[in-house]
Each structure stands twice: as structure tokens, then as C-alpha cells.
T-cell receptor, first 114, second 114 residues
Framework: AQSVTQLDSHVSVSEGTPVLLRCNYS??????LFWYVQHPNKGLQLLLK??????LVKGINGFEAEFKKSETSFHLTKPSAHMSDAAEYFC????????????FGQGTELSVKP | DSGVTQTPKHLITATGQRVTLRCSPR?????VYWYQQSLDQGLQFLIQ???????AKGNILERFSAQQFPDLHSELNLSSLELGDSALYFC?????????????FGSGTQLSVL
């Protein structure tokens, strides 16, 4: 079975410092992986996705993630945090055996201090 | 704006009642997904429809049902409501189905069961 584990439930950074949100996945085959962001009182928005092309994936708002098969990881990074980045972030794997249904991690809440 | 419309935005009802949540997918999208987000369970996949047919089923209770109509909008019916059904219900749509499809999420319906 496929699953994702987000290693931190809460991450706090200062504005202008790097962001690292960690995600490990479990899959018996090459997975499709995504990062979604949820701002307060808003729906989910896709940040980026990995589908076995380039291992370094660039997304919106300066975020990127690197797929590392040897470490079964798909960590999300951003060089410099902005106040507007404060939100809940979800690492997601797609289950290809069930029509591509998304399996969400528990989420990481990112706080950005001025 | 993702293009996915969910109504109503908020719903307050009593235990034992029945409610219907509505979702209009993005124009041209054939696939509709329903997710439940609760504090203790996180984001859980409920069910997926593609062009009117059920394609995948997740952790959906027997008290819940859904359908997708010929105009591709979808409704999620929740009956015999319990306090634990209080959650944020998201609808998402994609052009087709499959592991690599990009999902667009609505802003959700907040259901409160009192």
C-alpha cells in the first residue's frame, strides 16, 4: 500500500530564512507525488508534482521539491520564507491502482515569524 | 479561483438529519472527487466519479452516498448525521482520471452537526 509520512506537524521559521518541510513516502513502484498548500479558510492548491521526469521539481511561489528514491523522500524547500507562506502543507501520493486517488499526509503547519 | 464551486459554504444541522452538498467541477473536467477533512482523521478520500460513473471508493460510510449527473456536477448526500460527521468536505475535479492528473479543489463546505 502507498502512504506518505510528513515528519513534522509544525515548522516555524523567520521571514527570509529557508523553509524545509519533510516528507517520506512508501510505494512499491515509482509514485506520483504532490505537494498541496491550504491557506486558512481556503481550498487546497497544487504547489508542484513529480511524475518521474526530472527529480528536482519546481513549483509555484518559489517552492521546489526533490525526489530521492534512495531515501524515499520528497522534501519541500524554499530558499527564503515570506509571511504569505504561512499555511498548512500536505504531501500527497497518487494511487494509480484506484484511478489516481490522492492519499494525503497528515499535514505540516508552517508559521513564518517577522 | 480554482474554477470548482461548492455550495453551501457553511451548513449547520442537527444529529439524525440529512444534507446534500453540491459541487460544480471546472468547465470540461470529467472527474470529480470528494474528500473529508476532520481534525482527527486529516484529509480522507471518500469517492470518485468519472463521467457519471463511480470509479474509486475510499473511506466512505454507508450513510453517505454520492452521484455525478449528466451535466457533470456532483452531489454528496450525508444522512443520519452524527456529531462526528462535522468536518470540512472538499470537492475536486480533474480533466480525466489517473495518477498524474492535476486536481483542482473547491473551497469546501464546512458542516457542523449539533
Amino acid at each position: 500500500a502507498q502512504s506518505v509520512t510528513q515528519l513534522d506537524s509544525h515548522v516555524s521559521v523567520s521571514e527570509g530564512t529557508p523553509v524545509l518541510l519533510r516528507c517520506n513516502y512508501s510505494s512499491s513502484y515509482s509514485p506520483s507525488l504532490f505537494w498541496y498548500v491550504q491557506h486558512p479558510n481556503k481550498g487546497l492548491q497544487l504547489l508542484l508534482k513529480y511524475t518521474s521526469a526530472a527529480t528536482l521539481v519546481k513549483g509555484i511561489n518559489g517552492f521546489e521539491a526533490e525526489f530521492k528514491k534512495s531515501e524515499t523522500s520528497f522534501h519541500l524547500t524554499k530558499p527564503s520564507a515570506h509571511m504569505s507562506d504561512a499555511a498548512e502543507y500536505f504531501c500527497v501520493v497518487s494511487d494509480i491502482w484506484q484511478g489516481g486517488k490522492l492519499i494525503f499526509g497528515q499535514g505540516t503547519e508552517l508559521s513564518v515569524k517577522p | 479561483d480554482s474554477g470548482v464551486t461548492q455550495t453551501p459554504k457553511h451548513l449547520i444541522t442537527a444529529t439524525g438529519q440529512r444534507v446534500t452538498l453540491r459541487c460544480s467541477p471546472r468547465s470540461g473536467d470529467l472527474s470529480v472527487y470528494w474528500y473529508q477533512q476532520s481534525l482527527d482523521q486529516g484529509l480522507q478520500f471518500l469517492i470518485q466519479y468519472y463521467n457519471g460513473e463511480e470509479r474509486a471508493k475510499g473511506n466512505i460510510l454507508e450513510r453517505f452516498s454520492a452521484q455525478q449527473f449528466p451535466d457533470l456536477h456532483s452531489e454528496l448526500n450525508l444522512s443520519s448525521l452524527e456529531l462526528g460527521d462535522s468536518a470540512l468536505y472538499f470537492c475536486a475535479s480533474s480533466a480525466r482520471q489517473g495518477a498524474n492528473e492535476k486536481l483542482f479543489f473547491g473551497s469546501g463546505t464546512q458542516l457542523s452537526v449539533l
